[in-house]
């Protein structure tokens, strides 16, 4: 582990910043926590030099949508490794979803997932209230400039947090001063799915056929609901992993993202993998919502780059290797990704399919302004020193060495990308260099502007 510096104080030198659709050689010092001066030829004679000559220096990567499985399920996951695994991806904030054991479906527990992090997250965190069809009253006693946002699913999950109560839905739709966010699928169109496909199958569905069963209907229809409810309710609505080309026909780019009520975020594995990946990969890629088809891949990009989508994220959902082995009903579905995301997005930059400054945009930027998190998500002075260092000219493997989460496997295994964070920096703390970390220091909560 790395020792810290006797000084908190940084200069990093002769790097290409990355930041607000600019591209240029800048020096970026770091005093404490905050960015105190960002111009060229910066020099001090106190402060720790970081020589940065041939690479790229980049706002640390906000990861909106994350299950790091504390409480209750830390035989998948840890806030601890996947803090840990996210920082070595250029991660320095995340936000996690309820679905634990026990759900945060009350304040008291909710407040127990802070208090775990404040001891062992490396980044910075925030975690999501849960909803159930039953618990209104304690959703409103949410602190909304403390807690990003509440979860709703309007599709299965786990932990009892189903809500397809309609009612309850308008009512907390109508009454929530903070964000809501969307998990968007139908669940009587999934179970009559999932009917027909028992009784031809049995317990043994082939896994292409979850795109099927969890098809893109049945994402329609549950975000057209949650579309209805926010336009009739006027409420912040930011719906997760859209999974569908259908979908798209909901979102907007004629607004400036700040002023957008409605705004969306697609997963670098719906951008990455499609149907014809089952074959190799089977349960490794079953996820909810499903990866569908090539031709809804390439509308997501497509739409990414025209900015009707508002984030990319990972929806990072850890289960052991042995749990994910099993038949089609009992593989759980989610994809361990988030020290790897960025290097899914580098990969279509060196395709050609999108600009650095794009990917900065849709994976920094703007889940800062979807949440409003306060002084993160761009390199600014005055802000937090979340800060990672990109050397785009190395190749590296994927392979159970490298690979940081608790469950220990990757669907990208044996697959070689070229790009890699050198540096990352956490509120001016170098929480990792060159393959090490310095667990010194912990992350910190982040802060939220209220929404009304």
């Known amino acids: 582990m790395l020792r810290e510096s006797n000084t908190m104080k940084y200069l990093i030198k002769n790097g290409i910043v990355i930041n607000e659709g600019r591209t240029e050689p800048l020096d970026i010092l770091i005093e404490n926590e905050i960015i105190q001066r960002i111009d060229r030829d910066i020099s001090d004679a106190q402060a720790t030099v970081i020589d940065a000559a041939g690479q790229y220096v980049i706002p640390g990567i906000i990861d909106d949508q994350v299950h790091f499985r504390e409480p209750g399920l830390t035989h998948k996951a840890t806030i601890y490794s996947e803090a840990k695994a996210a920082i070595a991806g250029g991660v320095t904030s995340f936000m996690e979803q309820p679905n634990t054991s026990p759900a945060a479906l009350t304040q008291e527990l909710l407040e127990q997932k802070y208090q775990i992090a404040a001891q062992t997250s490396l980044a910075n965190y925030t975690f999501f209230m849960g909803t159930s069809n039953d618990n209104y009253d304690e959703v409103m006693r949410t602190d909304f400039s403390k807690v990003g946002a509440l979860k709703i699913f309007m599709g299965s999950s786990t932990g009892n947090m189903l809500v397809d109560d309609e009612h309850v839905l308008s009512r907390i739709f109508a009454n929530t001063s903070g964000t809501v966010v969307t998990h968007c699928e139908d669940e009587t169109t999934i179970r009559n799915n999932t009917a027909a496909f028992r009784e031809r199958y049995g317990e043994n569905i082939p896994m292409n056929f979850h795109p099927v069963i969890r098809n893109d209907e049945a994402c329609y229809i549950s975000s057209e609901l949650a579309v209805s409810l926010a336009q009739k309710h006027q409420t912040r609505l930011h719906i997760f992993h859209l999974s ?60 990414l780059l025209d900015d009707r989508l508002d984030v990319v994220a990972t929806d990072h959902a850890p289960h052991t290797w042995e749990e994910k082995q099993q038949a089609y009903f009992k593989a759980p579905s989610g994809v361990p990704l988030v020290q790897h995301s960025l290097n899914i997005m580098l990969e279509f930059y060196q395709q050609g399919k999108i600009s650095l400054e794009k990917i900065i ?13 306060e002084k993160r998500g761009f390199l600014r002075e005055g802000y937090f020193a979340d800060i990672a260092l990109l050397d785009l000219n190395t190749n590296w493997q994927v392979n159970k060495e490298n690979i940081l989460y608790h469950c220990g496997w990757s669907p990208l295994e044996q697959h070689t990308f070229q790009g890699k964070i050198t540096h990352t920096f956490v509120n001016g703390h170098l929480a990792w260099q060159n393959g090490q970390f310095n667990e010194s220091k912990k992350g910190q909560r982040l802060l939220f502007d209220p929404v009304r």
Request: with cysteine; glycine share 2%.
């Open 361 to 373: 945009e849709k994976m920094c930027h703007a889940p800062a302004v979807c949440f409003k998190v």
């Open 244 to 303: 569908t080309a259908k979908e798209l026909s909901f979102f907007t780019n004629e607004i400036p993202l700040k002023d957008k009520r409605i705004t969306s975020e697609v997963c670098v594995h719906h951008l990455y993998f499609d149907e014809t990946d089952y074959a190799r990969y089977g349960s490794q890629i079953k996820c909810n919502p499903a990866i569908k088809y090539q031709h809804d891949k390439e509308a997501l990009l497509q739409a």
